[in-house]
């Protein structure tokens, strides 16, 4: 289902749009307004044929409906993320419970929208996740960028967090969240500020999802005793490292 609203006919870049919707007569109508702004869109409606897509198109972002046939949007999701790591998922849902939208972030999902769903709004979230890809994706790494912190070295730039026993690869919010605590290395760091610097908002389901980004980060980090990322309750996190 999708919310008509007056979009501004200002023309867009030319980003190249995966969008996976099994609803035909939506994906259309959807496919065509984004056109319509100077997107490159590619529909397809069926979870199974997404993959083969990988070889002709090469997308900059990709927007994908949860309830799909043959692949649902959450495997498809992890399908993607295991091949192109960076890449920003948007995914659609109708659900509406936390764990549904939790499941769908850790599947590999960047961000969401719930159905029905306003074309400007999925204009807005496109083009911040691609501002979000550009800004924190395509950097150069060199020794400048390396971060030391304890037994660990942070290399934003790789997405790349190496302990002694090897190389942790993480994701795009990991990365984002990481070097937020590590700008702010044994201070408060505002838990609204880091909500509205890595989602744009501070949604109740946003809090969650930090909720799981930070437990994932003490895993990663639990090698080294001296590293220790504590929640301090109506304020934040205190990042304790080295």
Known sequence: M?????????????????YIEDELFLGRIVKETLED????????TDGARVMNRFNSYSPDICVVDIMLPNIDG????????GLYQHLPIIFL???VETADLVKGFEA???????????IEELIVRIKNQLNLKNANGH????????????????????????S???IHKISQRDMQILSMLCSNRNRVTDRKELLLSVW???SFFNSRNLDVYIRKLRTHLSEDNSIEIQTIKGKGYLFIAL
Not at 2 to 18: D, F, H, P
Not at 108 to 118: A, E, V
Not at 141 to 155: H, P, Q, R, S, W
Request: glycine residues 10%; proline residues 5%.
């Open 37 to 44: 702004q100077g997107f490159e869109v590619i529909l397809e």
């Open 200 to 202: 744009g908002d501070d």
């Open 93 to 95: 849902t109708a659900k």
């Open 164 to 166: 002694p026993s090897g």
């Open 108 to 118: 590999g999902g960047t961000d969401y929208i719930r159905k029905p769903f306003s």
């Open 74 to 81: 959450y495997s498809l999701c992890r399908q993607i993320r």
């Open 2 to 18: 999708l919310i008509y609203t007056q979009v501004s006919a200002k023309k867009s870049m030319n980003t190249k749009i995966l």
């Open 139 to 162: 950097e150069p790494v060199n020794k400048d960028n390396e971060i030391n912190l304890g037994a660990y070295t942070f290399y934003p730039g790789r997405y790349e967090l190496h």
